[in-house]
């Protein structure tokens, strides 16, 4: 139930939330310095390119509340990763809670991950990484994979232990998730249907707080995996509501799920530069910026977003757990819904140097170059404007070069704005045509580690078999053991006690029996070519660990060459 009137966040609170995601946005974006650029001229100016790609999307009965999932294109966005001040997402939504009221009240709280890159990506490649990206109130804290949050302090986790792993074949590294290196524009499936894993508790961390039991599980459709791969724990929403016990049943763990969600690529920084030649006028260079090209030389970005009932998966599920058959896993298409594209779309790139307030940052003439379009009614891309972008043939798969230089427009009557100029008619005087996005010299990557206290829940009761290591594309080295389900880190730091983890237990050991990772669970593409995931995390329980076991990375370090 939603808060009665008496029961409103103070001033003061509200006050610290704004606060919080201040501070959280600052150290997001504005703490990395601007990277030198390869270039011999004074004139030019570092500049970075941002914005997003709106992909509108019909809305769907809010019944249909128990989660989504959506097929995303993956790629190589830039030729050469610039280094850690590149933050992107490509295609992918945020999925909030449904209320039955409008909520007036800064309750933020969400979850948002995806495919890209991000300023604390550690181990980065011009391939993309997937993260789950769940986000406690305001900010105070995220999850993006098992042992993976907000800060690496053990001492003080902030959804460090948020995520729980289910699967026992796919080991999920701190950095993110990888792809196969070299992934060119094949199609990543992902989605989160709320599965009833936990029962709902009426007391929280020794409080009279409520828990749901809303276990929002990330599912995979891919080339070489498919199925559940983990899920976020009722406690990580619920945790803030210990502090404010009038937030009580306000988040995911027991809230159903709005579906009708914003569909964007948020890109926060592509490296480019400016530069005034002679007469005064300003140039603009963006780095090379690729999308995929398909058969046709459109770009398919995104396809079937779909959202669910429980009677999708959930009441077969419950249903099997109270003593009933086995549920498939397979998705009731009936408790399912795909929403359609009416084939628009808006832009809101814009080129500008850091010191230029946001109100004065002027758009990039993205219309000029890229026309929105759906070629069936689930899908969503673009048709190119074949005299201003190039076509690139990788050995890996085909892209699209977007226009690389620009001029600053500002007629009388008219907004200002950056249209496409060929490289001829950029003025040598600016130096552009000298500049070299190339990666950075940063320093080495520190490892992620975990607690090797002998008493922390890492240890005790600790893992059954290891370690092992994988060694994924990106340069690295991930240790990992052998944990019973049940004991794994993230459920000793879940407020469950030792029955409810058992009861648990016996759960996901059906799942691990039943569910394969070789089958579809969500429907597959009608169109495109599936991902892969990098095959190094695709792991075989060892013999006796088959069911009831999961693996759970230790360590990330970059690999001694």
């Known amino acids: 139930m939603l808060k009665t009137e008496g029961c409103r966040l103070s001033s003061l609170k509200l006050q610290k939330s704004i606060f919080i995601l201040i501070i959280s946005y600052l150290a997001t974006v504005c703490v990395f310095p601007v990277p030198p650029l390869m270039g011999g001229s004074n004139r030019i100016q570092n500049a970075e390119t941002a914005g997003y790609l709106i992909v509108p999307n019909e809305k769907v009965p809010e019944s249909y509340d128990a989660g989504f999932s959506l097929y995303v294109a993956a790629w ?85 232990y948020g995520i729980a792993q289910i699967s026992p074949w796919l080991l999920w590294p701190p950095d993110g998730l990888n792809l196969k290196r070299g992934t060119c524009g ?51 929403w619920s945790h803030p509501s210990v502090d404010d016990p009038c ?72 249903a099997w757990f109270k003593g009933g058959p ?39 003439a993205w219309s000029s170059f890229a026309t929105p379009m759906a070629p069936d009614p689930n899908t969503f891309g673009y048709r190119w404007n074949n005299q201003l972008v190039m076509k690139k043939d990788t050995k890996n798969g085909s892209l699209v070069i977007l226009p690389e230089y620009y001029r600053l427009v500002d007629e009388d009557g008219k907004k200002p704005q950056w249209v496409v100029v060929s490289s001829k008619d950029v003025p040598a005087e600016t130096g552009l045509a000298e500049v070299r996005f190339s990666r950075p010299a940063e320093r080495p990557s520190e490892p992620y580690v975990t607690p090797d206290d002998p008493q922390s829940c890492w240890k005790q009761p600790g893992p059954v078999a290891g370690p092992f290591q994988a060694h994924p594309g990106d340069g690295s080295v991930v240790t990992y053991y052998w944990y019973r389900f049940a004991d794994q880190p993230a459920l000793l730091n879940a407020d469950l006690t030792a029955l409810e983890r058992d009861a648990l237990q016996k759960r996901v050991e059906k799942l691990h029996r039943n569910w394969t990772k070789d089958r579809n669970y969500l429907s597959p593409p009608t169109l495109g070519k599936l991902a892969n995931i990098d095959p190094a995390l695709i792991v075989t329980p060892p013999p006796g660990l088959e069911a009831g076991y999961v693996p759970i990375a230790t360590r990330q370090a970059a690999e001694v060459k």
């Not at 979850?111 to 990484?129: C, Y």
């Not at 789950?132 to 902030?158: C, H, I, Q, T």
């Not at 780095?287 to 396809?303: I, K, L």
């Open 76 to 160: 190589p966005l830039l030729a050469e990763y610039p280094g850690n001040r590149f933050q992107t997402g490509l295609f992918g939504t945020w999925m909030h809670a449904q209320y039955d009221v409008p909520v007036t009240e800064k309750l933020y709280s969400d979850i948002e991950g995806g495919l890209g890159w991000w300023h604390d990506t550690r181990f980065a490649t011009e391939t993309p990484k997937f993260i789950m990206g769940g986000v406690a109130l305001n900010f105070s804290a995220w999850a993006n994979g098992p042992g993976a949050g907000k800060g690496r302090n053990w001492d003080e986790p902030k959804g460090n």
């Open 186 to 236: 094949e199609l990543f499936g992902y989605g989160y249907l709320t599965l009833p894993l936990t029962e709902a508790k009426s007391s929280t961390a020794g409080k009279n707080i409520p828990t749901g039991n809303n276990c929002w599980t990330l599912f995979l459709n891919t080339g070489n995996f498919k199925g559940p791969v983990a899920f976020f724990t009722p406690y990580f």
């Open 247 to 318: 937030l009580a049943g306000m988040f995911l763990d027991t809230r159903p799920s709005q579906p009708n969600r914003a569909l964007q690529m948020e890109t926060q920084y592509i490296p480019s530069v400016q530069s005034v030649d002679a007469k005064g006028n300003t140039y603009a260079r963006i780095a090379p910026t690729a999308f995929p090209r398909g058969p046709m030389g459109d770009s398919v970005v995104v396809h079937r977003v779909t959202s669910y009932k429980k009677k999708a998966l959930w009441d077969a599920v419950q």
């Open 326 to 364: 086995a549920a498939s896993g397979t998705i009731d298409p009936l408790g399912s819904v795909v929403h359609t594209f009416p084939g628009q779309g808006g832009a809101t790139w814009k080129i500008y140097t850091p010191s230029v307030a946001q109100k004065e940052r002027v758009s990039l």
